[in-house]
């Protein structure tokens, strides 16, 4: 049997994780993964994180099977955090998953198991792993918008693509601090795309992965909120991996808006029914410590402030390498990097030229340009500029690889 297995494709972002391990450049910089890192570039275990999980070992409680939606706390308190009101909570339900790729495959299930063969809107550019998710679910996908003369998102592409989503269609929309690009539409633009969703019928599908990491918490879960309002159906897949920095404890949450609670009868015994033959039942911890830490208002608040905390180093390190290029004649690039914002920046850079910035300077990216702006210690900006603007410079850049 094995011997019948076809080469199957390597994940380019952990492939060139890889490559960034093996490379004995101490100047190197990883800036491929979506992870934050403080200023002397370690992923911390926040405050108020380590104090919820110092609780939960002091209260030691039983590790049984929590059920197929998890832990429910959790699941309450998400649904709170994101939608904000009774009202919209009152129309909701939750399931924990495995972080927010689980929610995403959870709910792209959910769609394939109501409407076999649905379409589903992404983005161009979009999240590596958008496509391979919906389209491993059995979902046809389809692309809207993209990159204008300056490297931004084109917002009438974007709308007169979307114009075309049909009734019962699926348009994935990442919430906030888009992946890969770092811009986001403005609110009056998501105002159109709600006005466009309730005229054609399609189902927006919400990707939060970042909130907290743009504007601040409320501000990066507006658009969210406005569609929960104003629309009959919204789908909401949720990480905690970014905002609590619990990467590797795979904390996330699928969320299902309806038109009234009634509407929602049988949607979370479908979410449980597809997490049963996914991975059964999610793990404990992760969702215990956010359901300890937003369930006290202290642990809550500390958290906030740790959040915003990481919002502006974030914020900070985009400006430094927006004055750093401004300083090296690349006005027009660092421009483009201005408007950018939360984790990820792109840059104005091809696949050829992204080779030679990793080969040249030991700078790892994406071959797409995207960079990890959250992954700099604030020392190496000045490098990380440099090695950008020498491969501008270098006219016709190729890769040896």
């Not at 009634?262 to 015994?269: D, G, I, M, N, S």
């Not at 479908?270 to 969702?287: D, I």
């Not at 300890?292 to 608040?301: A, H, K, P």
């Not at 990793?358 to 210690?377: D, H, L, M, P």
């Amino acid at each position: 049997m094995l011997e019948l297995l076809p080469a199957p494709p390597v994940d380019p972002l952990w492939d060139l994780a890889a490559e960034f391990a093996a490379d004995p450049r101490p100047e190197r910089l990883n800036l491929v993964l979506g992870v934050y890192r403080d200023h002397t570039g370690v992923t911390p275990v926040m405050a108020a994180v380590r104090e919820a999980e110092i609780r939960l070992a002091e209260r030691s409680a039983s590790k049984e099977y929590r059920g197929l939606s998890g832990n429910i706390a959790f699941n309450r308190a998400m649904l709170s955090m994101v939608l904000g009101t009774e009202a919209l909570t009152a129309r909701a339900t939750a399931v924990q998953t495995v972080a927010g790729t689980g929610a995403l495959r959870l709910l792209a299930d959910l769609v394939s198991r109501t409407r076999p063969g649905t379409t589903v809107w992404i983005s161009d550019p979009a999240y590596v792993n958008h496509r391979p998710i919906l389209e491993g679910a059995g979902l046809r996908v389809r692309t809207y918008g993209r990159l204008d003369s300056t490297g931004l998102p084109d917002t009438a592409a974007v709308l007169d693509d979307l114009s075309a989503a049909r009734r019962d269609d699926v348009v994935l929309l990442q919430g906030c601090c888009h992946n890969p690009t770092g811009v986001d539409p403005s609110f009056a633009m998501w105002e159109e795309l709600a006005a466009l969703a309730a005229a054609n019928g399609w189902v927006p599908f919400v990707d939060l992965a970042y909130h907290g990491l743009g504007d601040g918490l409320a501000a990066d879960l507006r658009a969210t909120r406005m569609l929960a309002e104003r629309l009959p159906e919204v789908l909401i897949a949720v990480s905690c991996s970014k905002n609590f920095g619990l990467y590797s404890d795979r904390t996330g949450c699928a969320m299902v808006v309806g038109s009234s609670g009634k509407a929602l009868t049988h949607v979370e015994t479908a979410l449980q029914n597809a997490a049963r033959t996914l991975y059964s039942m999610p793990p404990e911890h992760g969702a215990a410590v956010v359901a300890t830490v937003l369930e006290d208002e202290r642990l809550r608040t500390e958290w906030l402030a740790e959040l915003d905390v990481m919002r502006h180093r974030i914020t900070a390190n985009r400006a430094d390498l927006v004055a750093h290029l401004r300083a090296l004649g690349q006005d027009e690039q660092a421009t483009s990097l201005a408007r950018q914002k939360g984790m990820f920046s792109m840059l104005p850079l091809t696949p050829d030229r992204m080779g030679v910035l990793r080969e040249r300077f030991g700078i790892y990216g994406t071959t797409t340009g995207r960079i990890n702006i959250a992954g700099v210690s604030a020392h190496r900006i000045p490098y990380l500029a440099q090695g950008i603007a020498a491969v501008l410079e270098t006219p016709h850049a190729m890769s040896s690889v």
